[in-house]
């Protein structure tokens, strides 16, 4: 069964490894894989044999074997037959192939063979290692990360009865105490948040895609698992079927219902299925739409846009990248596929999305078949526009498979790998500003560094806090980690500290390239008075013990502010006086604008004049080739008349002796005989 995700990211090259291993090959470029024909057939061993030379040593450039040896005629043969196939793409398929002929081979592996290669680096104790995949044990401790990133372990007493509000430490993530059965260790699996409860369905395990679900109550860290009843196969016909497992899929919050969109399945359809989960009654169905739904696909973005879902991207069945776009109106249920203008992103799958101001939708990342991408582009979703503005910052590295979540303005980024590594930061994108900055890493292969995990963001007593829970790293995790994010954001201090290029766009005026500057600098201008007045509220305290540095204080806000306001008239003047050159520049631009058509006009007619010439030119040769052939013909026949009468008169010559001779009394002829 093939892998979900379809980019070479982080899963393949670990994978691989640890799959050839086991298979039997050495790890030299000549390995014969000597195991393999007592594991599989004749055709899986030398195919599987070709993707292992392909993807450690590349094409085939060796000649065809010179002996006649059956063996090593047909070893070439399946090597030479894979032509320039990338190296990723060898991975990928020497792993598929191995799991459709021994589907248990990484079970079996994990205790001898995986686990070496793998050497995942978490600084945990021998409690914390006895976590089992089924979840049966599990560390009475939680690990915070602290500030150069390493993961420590801390006791805590009331953690299970808090919740939520058990999280004290913040921009650091932590792993909580978790009770109840675990969840079986997935990627690529739907994620969603209802009630201070985190719903986990689907994924992949093992290259199996999984059909379960579970809740992780984020009050109590208990796990449990929904019996789901019998799936319906639409909302009007109620018959029963069983549900698809699936993986690569998008599981949306929707009128207490959970939307799972999408996905990659064994026997996928032709069209994208929307399945709905009624939590009251807790049964599946297949939601009804109209209109002319999107291919069926995985690893694409879903994001909910007020009362519209709105899809771009993925991977289809047949492995093709796409860079779509449609919108699902859950209102009418009606499907609408989106012509927008500009240039999209390339085609892409396992990209992150985020709306911001219901109206802009952000994508960033994602993979292709032999790359990752760190791009960010914008969609204006009223005018149906694509830009790419530029960003600042910090910018992340390119990845795929990363997971976010938005706060407020701010984008939180996790996870993701870049065909080499995991991804350790943890990135934020202001999305009014366009500027990234990272909130923190973690260190080792951990959970976090991992692909296809999910990333949820739940609230407790106003403050809100993020979720992240599996992922693969070179083994698949079922862990829970939480991260509460501060109040204080150092991304916009520097924003207000630093003055914006006129190069940067915020997200706002994209599409807009005649922005109101004086608005801008009004912005700015506000801005520093904020940051003065909120410097000096730690000062209250000192003031009232102190009244003698009252009035210093205010002279002091005063010149400043007199100061502002100085240099607010300034660069007031300064964009009226930008104003007008840009309508001097406007009004000139369209006087040439006119004189270009002008001309444009005249340069028509010309060519229209030359072409009419032209054409009257070819028929003048016409004629004249007509007329040098009558002139010919007249020729002739002037000689054939020539001819003719020039015979006549040697006729009349010759006639002249004889009877009209007598008649005109010519003497007649002597008679030779006479003579």
Partial sequence: MAMARASSGLAYPERFYAAASYAGFDGSPNSSAKELTSKFSNDSALLLYALYQQATVGPCNVPKPSSWSPVEQSKWKSWQGLGNMATTEAMRLFVKILEEEDPGWYSRASNSVAEPIVDVEMNHDSKTEAVKENGNSFPETKTISTENGNLMETQDKDVVSEGLGSVVVYDQWIAPPISGQRPKARYEHGAAVVQDKMYIYGGNHNGRYLSDMHILDLRSW???????????????????????????????????????????????????????????????????????????????????????????????????????????????????????????????????????????????????????????????????????????????????????????????????????????????????????????SVQGRVPLASEGLSLVVSSYSGEDVIVAFGGYNGRYNNEVHVLKPSHKSTLSSKMIETPVPDSVSAVQNNTNPTRDLESELEVGQEGKIREIVVDNVDSEPLISKHPETTEHLIATLKAEKEELESSLSKEKLQSIQLKQDLTEAESQNTDLYKELQSVRGQLAAEQSRCFKLEVDVAELRQ?????????????????????????????????????????????????????
């Fill in 623 to 675: 004629k004249l080739q007509t007329m040098e052939t009558l002139q010919k013909e007249l020729e002739l026949l002037q000689r054939q008349k020539a001819a003719s009468e020039q015979a006549a008169l040697n006729a009349k010559r010759q006639s002249s002796g004889g009877m009209w001779g007598w008649l005109a009394g010519a003497p007649p002829t002597q008679n030779a005989y006479d003579a």
């Fill in 222 to 440: 208990a796990w449990s698992k929904i019996q789901a009843k019998a799936v319906a196969e639409s909302t009007e016909s109620p018959s029963p079927a069983l549900l698809t497992p699936c993986a690569g899929h998008s599981l949306i919050p929707w009128e207490n219902k959970l939307l799972s969109i999408a996905g990659h399945t064994k026997d996928p359809s032709e069209i994208i299925q929307v399945k709905v989960f009624d939590l009251q009654t807790c049964s599946w169905s297949t939601l009804k739409t109209y209109g002319k739904p999107p291919v069926s696909r995985g690893g694409q973005s879903v994001t909910l846009v007020g009362t519209s879902l709105v899809i771009f991207g993925g991977e289809d069945a047949k492995r093709s990248l796409l860079n779509d776009l449609h919108i699902l109106d859950l209102e009418t249920m009606t499907w609408d596929e989106i012509d927008a203008v500009g240039v999209p992103p390339s085609p892409r799958s396992d990209h992150a999305a985020a709306v911001h101001a219901e109206r802009y939708l952000l994508i960033f990342g994602g993979g292709s078949h032999a790359a990752c991408f760190n791009d960010l582009h914008v969609l204006d979703l009223q005018t149906m526009e694509w830009s790419r503005p530029t960003q600042q910052g910090e910018i992340p590295t390119p990845r795929a498979g990363h997971a976010g979540v938005t706060i407020g303005e701010n984008w939180f980024l996790v996870g993701g790998g870049d065909n080499k590594s995991g991804v350790s930061e943890t990135v934020v994108l202001n999305m009014s500003t366009l500027v990234w900055s990272v909130l923190t």
